[in-house]
């Protein structure tokens, strides 16, 4: 598999599993907030949790599709150059994870608050740390990092050899007029 394979296949994982967790994300987040929210809670008859519940995982859903569109575009993967802080360095440094981050953040807090749960700390969405679909991200997020340093150095390499070739193509050129 070539170095830039293994660049988007990695980031075609991340996004897979960055869109699961924005579903369960979604589906937590309103269910803690109806919990502990016992008097809009007891304000709403069988029919309106179930109503909730169902815009709940539609929204989970679109964010999930809308995140993993945005992050399953090969390019912004291969744009990548290997951080400063190797392959520890966390996905938020990508400025489509943290914005997509911030999209699910927002959106989840303003259907808590149509739903009349607002009342709560601030929603953020944190890199999942947990097994999902037999996926880790900190092994992703190291695989990735690697790739893409492995990437960059071919890349030079490459450029390296062009210019080597080049020089010499110019050398013979002299030589031979």
Request: hydrophobic share 45%.
């Amino acid at each position: 598999m070539s170095f830039e394979a293994k660049v988007t296949d990695c980031g075609a994982r991340v996004a897979r599993l960055l869109a699961a967790d924005v579903r369960a994300f979604v589906a937590s987040c309103t269910r803690a907030r109806f919990v502990s929210n016992p008097d809009r809670a007891a304000s709403l008859d069988d029919d309106a949790v179930r109503a909730l519940k169902q815009r709940t995982e539609a929204l989970g859903e679109t964010l999930a599709v809308q995140l993993e569109a945005t992050l399953m575009v090969p390019t912004l993967w291969l744009a990548l150059t290997p951080p400063e802080g190797g392959s520890s360095t966390p996905l938020t440094v990508i400025p489509e994870v943290s914005h997509a981050g911030a999209q699910v953040a927002l959106a989840l807090e303003q259907h808590l608050l149509d739903a009349g749960l607002g009342e709560g700390s601030p929603i953020e969405w944190r890199l999942p740390m947990r097994f999902i679909d037999g996926e880790n991200l900190g092994s992703l997020t190291h695989a990735l990092w690697k790739a893409v340093a492995r990437l960059d150095e071919a890349r030079r390499e490459t450029d390296r050899a062009q210019s080597q070739a080049a020089a010499e193509a110019r050398l013979r050129r002299w030589d031979d007029a």
